[in-house]
């Protein structure tokens, strides 16, 4: 994915490297030289908020006690917080996951990582079943040097009703034979795939990514109802992006809105980014899914981090101005140029959500779903150290992952 030559740079090259392999832009090591005390913090646990309390971290591992030699550092006034986990992203920093180099998604990845998100989920956009075939070994060989966390297949099994920013000349029904190629391609890697359920082959096709265990996704549907409960009935468990690409709500057609709300057994993905959702909508789903079944994403494309100019989002042409990426032909909204920070920030300052249920829809909730809550998604011993400080606005000044700083916080 390129980007406008005019778009302006990031601010990485303020920070430290990347917990591993770093990419040749960031050459810097890690600042971490041994264990530490985290201590004087407002620590969120999965029991709730502990005051003037402390994470101690050894090795790559959150610890349960503190070795002699251990390094103290004070952040009195600060928060301690698991790092987010993004369930969907496209790419940042001017890199594109759906195109670029490996490089690039590196970039990309490192982009997003110093705004806090520790795990990462790679997504790609619609594309013709050789490309994305191909896309797959490459985002593959990544995840399995553990710099994403797998692949989200967005497109091409979805509705051109409610393509959004795909192209429509690309899409096609859910044929379970192609599914299970892409599955093929992702050699283990793939997490989820979204598809509009409610197309020929759709519930099959669900069927057989519950068989192989891959997360099957509600989303860019034109879905009934009854056609959503028939799906999450064959084995969905994500709504992607909830609202958007998909019928709105209504008194005498619910759609898949009220479908998805209700069944406890689909986590729903929101983007709060202040331009996808109205403050009201991210209320209704809070109120009628539950803290536990919410996640944020990003939806991020390259210009995350990176700024305003126009960007090719597969083969779609995207302007992305004061921050808002629509597409050149239509103007329909192209993914966001959203980090978690800002959506972390955004949700306890303006949405007023308690802090403990922000950090269960950025980083509790999407660790589960991905089946990794026993190494990632909060703070207990025995867990990778991926934590974030934040200071008393929520503004973030640190970021750890695997015990290695990735953005230092200079404090103490």
């Not at 994305?132 to 040097?145: D, H, K, M, V």
């Not at 190494?375 to 992952?401: C, H, Q, T």
């Amino acid at each position: 994915m390129a980007a406008h030559p005019g778009a302006r740079d990031s601010a990485e090259s303020a920070a430290t490297a990347a917990w591993a392999r770093p990419a040749p832009h960031h050459p810097h090591p890690a600042t971490n030289n041994g264990p530490l005390i985290l201590s004087g913090a407002n620590v969120v646990m999965p029991t709730g908020t502990l005051k003037d309390a402390q994470v101690i971290v050894d090795g790559t591992r959150i610890a349960a006690t503190a070795p002699e030699n251990a390094h103290r550092i004070a952040l009195d006034g600060h928060w301690l917080l698991p790092g987010f986990v993004d369930l969907h992203n496209h790419g940042g920093g001017g890199a594109s996951f759906t195109s670029g180099t490996p490089d690039d998604v590196l970039k990309g990845i490192h982009t997003h990582r110093l705004h806090g998100t520790t795990t990462l989920v790679a997504s790609t956009v619609t594309g013709d079943m050789d490309f994305l075939t191909r896309r797959a070994g490459l985002l593959s060989e990544l995840a399995e040097q553990g710099d994403v966390a797998g692949i989200h297949f967005e497109g091409p099994f979805i509705s051109p009703c409610r393509k959004g920013a795909h192209s429509e000349a690309l899409l096609r029904d859910p044929d379970p034979a192609e599914v299970r190629k892409l599955i093929d391609a992702a050699r283990g890697h793939a997490t989820m795939v979204t598809l509009a359920t409610e197309l020929p082959g759709g519930l099959d096709s669900v069927r057989l990514l519950a068989e192989h265990g891959v997360i099957a996704a509600i989303g860019h549907t034109d879905a009934t109802y009854e056609q959503t409960v028939e799906a999450i009935e064959a084995g969905a468990t994500v709504a992607t992006h909830l609202f958007n690409a998909m019928p709105p709500l209504g008194h005498r057609e619910p759609g898949p809105i009220a479908a998805l709300l209700e069944d406890e057994r689909v986590t729903v993905e929101l983007i709060n980014d202040g331009t996808h959702l109205h403050p009201a909508a991210l209320e209704l789903a809070f109120r009628h899914a539950g803290a536990d079944r919410v996640a944020f994403i990003t939806d991020a494309m390259d210009a995350a981090g990176f700024g305003d100019g126009r960007y090719m989002l597969g083969p779609l042409e995207v302007e992305v101005a004061d921050g808002v990426a629509r597409l050149v032909e239509g103007g329909s909204i192209a993914g966001s140029t959203l980090t978690l920070d800002r959506a972390f920030k955004r949700a306890v300052t303006i949405d007023r959500l308690p802090v403990e249920d922000a950090v269960a829809a950025l980083s509790v909730n999407p660790a589960k779903l991905l089946g990794r809550y026993d190494r990632i998604g909060s703070l207990e011993p025995g867990k990778d150290a991926d934590l974030l400080v934040l200071d008393a606005d929520f503004d973030l000044k640190g970021v750890m992952r695997r015990g290695e700083w990735v953005v230092d916080p200079q404090l103490g």
